[in-house]
């Protein structure tokens, strides 16, 4: 039985062993496959701090708070309607009354 249990602990030892040495290289590996070197280029998003204020620039794009309010307000103005969210709320009460009879019925039997 002692012999099962060493076995079964170096085999175990040696699995995770193997797990971490992919995990390394898959990550050198994606990292080799970004396709650029330039060091500049690896952060889509910077953040700047001056004076309380936090500036952010989005793949080049300057982002402040006013254009993120404005936004928003845009987005209510719209008023859009989403049918695949109507249909997935109207699924969820189908679904919901159908499971609370059912329930109901095997309650009833018992």
């Known amino acids: 039985m002692s ?9 175990t030892i040696a699995l995770i062993i ?16 970004k396709g650029y070197t330039n060091p500049a280029l ?8 001056k004076n309380g204020n936090i500036e952010a620039s989005v793949l080049g ?5 006013d254009t ?5 307000q845009k987005l209510q103005e719209i008023k859009s309607f989403n049918l695949f969210s109507m249909l997935g709320k109207s699924l ?12 109901t019925l095997c309650s009833s039997f018992l």
């Open 42 to 49: 690896s952060s889509p998003i910077h953040l700047k701090a």
């Open 3 to 11: 012999r099962f249990m060493v076995k079964n602990i170096l085999l």
């Open 68 to 72: 993120i309010v404005q936004k928003k």
């Open 18 to 33: 193997g797990v971490l040495i992919g995990m390394q290289a898959a990550n050198s590996s994606m990292k080799e496959m």
């Open 92 to 103: 969820a009460a189908v679904v919901s009354s159908v499971a609370k009879t059912f329930v």
């Open 61 to 65: 794009k300057q982002i402040s708070a």
